[in-house]
């Protein structure tokens, strides 16, 4: 669904993740003028289909008498999306150009993909969050310290100086999604009630002792036939064994710096609440439209960047 | 499919898991005359379905002038199988009675099934993995130390005076068939080859600092992006991983004590390796038919238990 802004847009920001693509018109200031959304995401779509499905949505805010320059991040710049925004390597700024260039048929956009970042060693890699960090140090300009974005695959982002120092990727939320919903665990817990100390004392327990992790997965079950666990202790206890475990890898991150935690939701809530339990300095920040915030910021360095 | 024996079964032997079901006739020295199994595995059954695909197997092993006792070991005796066998607590036996009696219409059978393990604190419990350890200990009556059973779900039991003190169980195996077939990281791994030197040094990585495991797993996609890391290489070090996370959950058990590994095949081998680069004193004992070895034992003593 589109809205025709009350003028045609200046710029035009995209947010292109896996399932869905989200649009913003912003004027000459930056201001969001409309927004559209739609659920094409990079994985169901193949090179010539993302050109359609961007028009769909901001047709309406083109100026008929000049070409609109369109900024995407996400997925939509992977080597399976429509054109693959090669990474930038750390240290540098979360987000900048080159960007990459897919051809398009109309004469009435410029569509510039943001690269995702690499770190070589050790390996890692982002795509989308850059974007979000970006949107963070927008609002922030003089944050030092650490951003934790919690996801299906976190991030944990050194930041100095405006730039990436280093990061690391945890598949914590991908690791959970499957030990309850496609293990043997999943018959322990039905529903979505959640115990906040079952959650508290395995986030402890494993940051202590994280050899313990793997011997602890199956007692979830054994305790579901032999002493009746709960289905809500079972998933927080669950969640608190994966994040424990997550926030021991990434202890030398969070443990001398301020760590913001952006996002929404339950998920951010609970590494909110983890990194307090351990006596972290750490700060939950709303992450509603970080990636919009990063996009308005890029767009400010544009004519530069794109030169 | 069923081969009928020269002569009448003096009893039967069924090995029942969640995928097959296998059976055995046995002489009165407990000697195997014939065997025949079908794919009606627990899984795909209710409990009326039992004692026909049971009959299906066994129909032409039976003495029409008296009635030959069948005795089952695994799945059947879940509480989703035929009948539940309640558990018997550690330390005790491997194998033992009260075993479960399920109903059947059939007068020429009686069926009794083995009891699973149950261990309170730490929670835990097996069933199936009671009745090879038993077969092991058939071949080897004074074998003390631990008993391994890579799978799926992993066992490790701790065996002195021909009893289980305490056991443990990983879901190494399931955890490896997840993320390799069903997370982010199956995209790196296509194929079936392997790399020993890329297992070894995980294995070693991981048990000498296992809190580096979650930091180590996107690290195997971020590699194959940016560094073309060979699917061999990415599959057989996520094998390193979560095996040598195993080792260093089950150090305490494997590290002072002889140690058996039971199996056969790629796993039992990996498990066997994965304990002789850690020093360990350990030997791969091949698990081929130890439930029909453990039930076999069973019926030695089965007036008795019976009665």
């Known amino acids: 669904m589109s809205v025709a802004p009350v003028s045609f847009a200046a710029s035009i920001a995209a947010d292109w993740g896996t399932s869905n693509l989200r649009v913003f018109a912003l004027d000459d200031t930056g201001k969001v003028i409309a927004e559209a959304a739609s659920d094409k995401g990079m994985g169901k779509l193949t090179p010539p289909d993302y050109e359609p499905a961007l028009l769909a949505l901001i047709s309406g805010w083109l100026d008929p008498n000049r070409v609109t320059p369109v900024l995407v991040c996400g997925m939509a710049g992977a080597r399976q999306g429509?054109?693959?925004?090669?990474?930038?390597?750390?240290?540098?700024?979360?987000?900048?150009?080159?960007?990459?260039?897919?051809?398009?048929?109309?004469?009435?956009?410029?569509?510039?993909?943001?690269?995702?970042?690499?770190?070589?060693?050790?390996a890692d890699v982002m795509r989308g969050e850059e974007t979000q960090i970006a949107g963070v140090l927008a609002g922030r300009p003089d944050f030092e310290g650490v951003i934790c974005l919690p996801g299906t695959h976190s991030k944990w982002a050194v930041v100095h100086g405006g730039r990436v120092e280093r990061f690391l990727t945890l598949m914590t939320g991908e690791l959970f999604a499957l030990l309850s919903t496609q293990s043997v665990l999943r018959h322990g817990m039905p529903g979505?009630?959640?115990?906040?100390?079952?959650?508290?004392?395995?986030?402890?327990?494993?940051?202590?002792?994280?050899?313990?992790?793997?011997?602890?997965?199956?007692?979830?079950?054994?305790?579901?036939?032999?002493?009746?666990?709960?289905?809500?202790?079972?998933?927080?206890?669950?969640?608190?064994?994966?994040?424990g475990l997550e926030m021991a890898a990434a202890r030398a991150l969070w443990q001398d710096e301020k760590t913001l935690v952006v996002?929404?939701?339950?998920?951010?809530?609970?590494?909110?609440?983890?990194?307090?339990?351990?006596?972290?300095d750490a700060e939950l920040v709303s992450g509603e439209a970080m990636a919009?915030?990063?996009?308005?910021?890029?767009?400010?360095?544009?004519?530069?960047?794109?030169a």
């Open 82 to 122: 429509w054109i693959e925004a090669a990474y930038r390597a750390v240290p540098c700024t979360p987000v900048g150009g080159p960007f990459a260039r897919p051809k398009v048929e109309s004469p009435l956009i410029d569509v510039f993909i943001v690269p995702g970042l690499s770190q070589a060693e050790p």
């Open 192 to 243: 979505e009630e959640t115990d906040e100390d079952a959650f508290a004392a395995a986030v402890r327990k494993t940051v202590v002792a994280p050899t313990d992790f793997a011997a602890s997965l199956f007692r979830l079950r054994a305790e579901g036939l032999l002493a009746n666990l709960s289905p809500a202790a079972a998933r927080s206890r669950l969640s608190g064994l994966l994040i």
């Open 263 to 280: 996002g929404t939701g339950m998920l951010a809530r609970l590494y909110g609440r983890a990194l307090m339990l351990l006596g972290a």
């Open 292 to 306: 919009l915030a990063g996009l308005a910021e890029a767009f400010k360095g544009f004519g530069k960047e794109t």
